[in-house]
């Protein structure tokens, strides 16, 4: 269907030249020429001059210059269809062949020539050999006066998308005017219309006195061509600003927002989305798409300005209400009863006990087949007493929330996609769960299955050493001053007090396993998860989940829990059930800080699934904060 017409269009002096469409002036002919010329020394053998022959002489250089040479010709030629009508011609060789005398390839030739998506080739072949890329616009309205100038006819052939625009009406003149374009719709790409236009007509029925609803059901009830008359906006918006991605911190459904514009354009997301917002000219209003499905038209988030404000408003106008802010509200309350059913469980046990508890705790530390090597942080005391310093910091956390915004933090993230360079140390793995769930198990597999290249931090406690512990090893052995000292330096990462003594884990002790070019492995609270998320240390979270109810039950029939009063205690129903409830609660708490989400049924599989999600994080880009990234650059 496409032919060259090459030779008529070019002029004498470049045909002259083109080594394409003269076969002898060719590469190819040029190696022939060449090759003649070296034949006649072959046979001496001068200065490797067969080497350089049986080279050029190769079959595959041979094709290859042919290829070239075949290339070179077809780039010099325009291309022209030989007919713009080819649709017309198919059909009448299907005519003819009907006349003709039937046989298999005739039949099996009307089949292709009649097949849909052969038509549609064809069509669209004729389409651009006809060069009929402009839509047809209706004749001009005839007698239009002269103060009708600075007007515009658009015209826009409506599909099944919506148009991607919303209207509104002039507080003052009561005028119908276009009030965003939406990023990615038929009226953004189309580029005719913009924000501001003033709407005169619809589909030939004047807007003047209409309501935008009345409007819209015009809109809603023309398909195919839609003609627009607008005046057009005398300085139309340029978006100017460059993309930001964001990691949304909180959940949105424009369904239950009543102050959205249009909620129809309204864009719903979760907690840990990531948002390409792409238009924040509105103050109020941005636009943004899921990273995860980038194809779609944009749609309408609130704005960080907005949600503040809505935060505030909320917190002044409810301030006994539980809302946001309060959800940690049901943590407290749970955890309270938490610990009122640990005095449930109650034994008498005196200090003795205790000791003796600590003692059969060496089991956790020592551990490896045949060779005995060390893991530190897996002591029942440090366990515990993270588990206490949740509650505690729970607490402080509402009792320190002077005002809404300060408790619920930033509603978006500034993040950008980035990997971790090879000779960078490696990203902090922070493993969260509800007590139980087996974050301590699955941590101490991972280091079991390479000590060499996982490995914990090791805790400071203000505890004096035993007999046989050794100072840097099971703990940091300081004094409760130096203690505090980390923690009013904020270079403790998480802390918290048992029995009387201070434990917790520093940001040295981490950094130590970074230095060493290993991955350090630690579990934290969720709460602590912020004080973690620094440049410094820059955590990949995996939250480790529970499965449902009835697989807890049989996997986890031999699984032992520790407790205030009991190394070694049966899980019940009722604590699988609570550690589900937990992990639900934290999720909808904190779920915008997980990067992974593991759940741990079958231990070989959520090992398996901790083991490559660490890899990726390590090894494959992952939305970080930008802050992470600037401060590295400054540095
Ligand atoms: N997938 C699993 N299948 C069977 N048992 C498991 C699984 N994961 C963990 N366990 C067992 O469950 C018990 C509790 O696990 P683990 O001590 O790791 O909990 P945890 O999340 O660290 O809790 P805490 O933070 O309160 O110490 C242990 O006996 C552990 O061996």
Known sequence: MIHSDKEADLPDKDR?????????????????????????????????????????????????????????????????????????????????????????????LRQILQ???????????????????????????????????????????????????????????????????????LVERSGLLYAGD??????????????????????????????????????????????????????????????IPCMDAGLPFQKGDILQIVDQNDALWWQARKISDLATCAGLIPSTHLLKRKQREFWWSQPNQPHTCHKSTLLISME???????????????????????????????????????????????????????????????????????????????????QRHPSDKHRLIVLVGPSGVGVNELRRQLIEFNPNYYQSAVPHTTRSPKSYEVNGREYHYVS???FESLIYSHRMLEYGEYKGHLYGTSVDAVQAVLDKGKICVMDLEPQDIQVARTNELKPYVIFIKPSNLSCMKQSRKNAKIITDYFVDMKFKDE?????????????????????????NDNLQDACAQLLSAIQNAQEEPQWVPTIWVSSDTQS
Not at 213 to 219: G, M
């Open 575 to 599: 604590d699988l059930q609570e550690m589900g409830e937990i992990a639900q609660k934290m999720e909808i708490q904190f779920g915008q800080f997980f990067d992974h989400v593991i759940v």
């Open 480 to 482: 409760k001053e130096e």
């Open 16 to 108: 002259k030249f083109s080594t394409a469409t003269n076969p002898e002036n060719g590469l190819s002919s040029i190696l022939r020429l060449l090759l003649q010329e070296l034949s006649l020394f072959y046979s001496r053998d001068v200065n490797g001059l067969c080497l350089l022959y049986d080279l050029l002489h190769s079959p595959w250089l041979q094709a290859l210059l042919k290829i070239y040479d075949c290339l070179q010709e077809f780039k010099e030629k325009k291309l022209a269809p030989a007919t713009p009508y080819a649709q017309k011609l198919s059909h009448e060789v299907v005519e003819l062949l009907c006349e003709a005398p039937q046989s298999p390839e005739i039949q099996e």
């Open 198 to 259: 003033k709407l005169v007509e619809v589909n030939g029925v004047s807007v003047e006195g209409l309501d935008p609803e009345q409007v819209i059901h015009i809109l809603a009830m023309s398909c195919g061509t839609i003609m627009f008359k607008v005046v057009p906006v005398s300085d139309p918006p340029l978006n100017s600003q460059k993309m930001v991605h964001v990691r949304a911190m909180m959940d949105y459904w424009p369904q239950e927002d009543p102050d």
């Open 115 to 185: 097949a849909p998506h052969y038509k549609a080739l064809l069509s669209a072949h004729d389409t651009v050999a006809q060069k009929d890329f402009e839509p047809l616009l209706p004749p001009l309205p005839e007698n239009i006066p002269e103060s009708e100038e600075a007007m515009k006819i658009v015209c826009l052939v409506k599909n099944q998308q919506p148009l991607g625009a919303t209207i509104k009406r002039h507080e003052m003149t009561g005028d119908i005017l276009v009030a965003r374009v939406i990023h990615g719709g």
């Open 336 to 418: 309270e009863e938490d610990d009122m059913k640990i005095d449930e469980k109650c034994v008498e046990a005196d200090e003795e006990t205790f000791e003796s508890e600590e003692l059969s705790e060496d089991k956790d530390e020592f551990v490896g087949y045949g060779q005995k090597f060390f893991i530190a942080g897996f002591r029942r005391s440090m366990r515990l007493c993270r588990r206490k310093s949740h509650l505690r910091q729970l607490h402080a956390s509402v009792c320190h929330a002077g005002s809404c915004c300060s408790a619920v933090g930033a509603p978006y993230e500034e993040v950008v996609r980035c």
